[in-house]
């Protein structure tokens, strides 16, 4: 009798250590790492989750956003990869660049290093150009960049994320060439587009829903017509197989301890079904679709092959797909 006493004091005082441990955590700021600039997507993904994950962890909660843009994100996404695993560091991820970015380049990461936590939004891509620009309509700007190749820069986010993809395959359908001009974010990519000083540029539908009577959108790449902008046909109704986009989501280095986990997840987990956060998304067109777990989360309705590759073992015969093939660049 004596000795399951003993034994049941012992197990109740580790239930109560252990929801000790979850109830003690976060004790400090945690440091959500974005790799691009402020403005883009990504950020805005990031500013607009904070305070509700926030609210979830519970009073006295904080999350801190720092921008490390550079390499197309590589660099902030590498940070989050060598963080401690205590949970006080998370990242944003960009899929398909997070991971095609382990094919064409060095990296320090692979696809374990990181803890899943939560895909937030699918935002697909736009083509659009300068307000004052000639290339109004698909068939002009195709047009002209098969006419002169090369002469039709492209501004974009980065080298090796949705929207360089989305280019590739537009070259493919159609035989054009064009000149790919990489920023650090949308937002610079954007402004350069605002400028003129770019023929072209390839975003998100997010990242341009506020400037749209600054901007000719030629179209947008999904299946159908976006829920932001109903007006804009998709592509495929102008004739052009084009379905692409950007996943974005959290990730935590891997090793989080299973409390701290849980934790994150379940709070990341009821950003789905909060009127509130989707009303602030919306407000920046920003289209959720949150799904949490362990694995790396691959869209039905995002159509990069190269992701299935990936994540189903396929990363050797990756290694032949070059993401620079026919695309001019200037830096």
């Known amino acids: 009798m004596l000795k399951l006493m003993k034994n049941t004091a012992l197990a109740g005082a580790m239930i109560l250590s252990a929801g000790a441990a979850f109830a003690d955590y976060p004790e400090r700021p945690i440091t959500i790492i974005v790799g691009f600039d402020a403005g883009g997507g990504t950020d805005v993904m990031a500013r607009t989750a904070a305070p509700f994950i926030e609210r979830y962890l519970g009073e006295g909660a904080s999350l801190v956003v720092r921008n490390m843009p550079g390499a197309s994100g590589q660099i902030g996404i590498t940070e989050t990869a060598a963080s401690d695993p205590d949970g006080y560091t998370i990242g944003t991820f960009n899929l398909p660049g997070m991971m095609a970015r382990t094919i064409d380049r060095e990296s320090a990461y692979d696809r374990d290093s990181f803890t899943y936590l939560a895909n937030v939004v699918n935002d697909p891509n736009v083509i659009v150009t300068p307000l004052g620009s000639a290339l109004t309509t698909m068939e002009a700007l195709i047009a002209e960049a098969i006419e002169n190749p090369g002469a ?3 501004a974009m986010s980065s080298l090796g994320g949705d929207d360089h993809f989305m280019l590739i395959k537009l070259q493919e ?5 064009f000149t790919v001009v990489p920023f650090s974010g ?6 350069a587009l605002m400028g003129g000083h770019v023929s072209m540029g ?8 506020e400037f749209r009577e600054e901007l000719n959108v030629l179209g947008v790449a999904q299946a159908e017509r976006s ?3 109903p007006d804009l046909p998709t592509f495929a109704e102008q004739g052009y197989d084009l379905i692409n986009g950007s996943l974005r989501g959290f990730v935590a280095p891997a090793g989080l ?9 379940e709070a990341f987990g009821r950003l789905a079904d909060d009127a509130e956060f989707a009303e602030a998304m919306a407000a920046t067109a920003n289209p959720v679709e949150v799904v949490t777990g362990e694995e790396p989360p691959v869209s039905g309705k995002l ?10 073992g396929g990363r050797d015969r990756m290694m032949t797909w070059d993401i620079h093939r026919n695309v001019r660049l200037r830096c």
């Open 257 to 265: 301890p299973e409390d701290v986990e849980a934790q994150l997840v």
């Open 227 to 229: 829920d932001f902008a």
């Open 173 to 177: 359908l159609t035989g054009a060439e």
């Open 186 to 191: 949308s937002a610079p990519a954007r402004t």
């Open 202 to 209: 390839i975003l998100n539908v997010s990242e341009i829903a």
């Open 152 to 154: 039709v820069t492209v």
């Open 303 to 312: 159509s990069a092959a190269l992701l299935l590759l990936y994540f189903s």
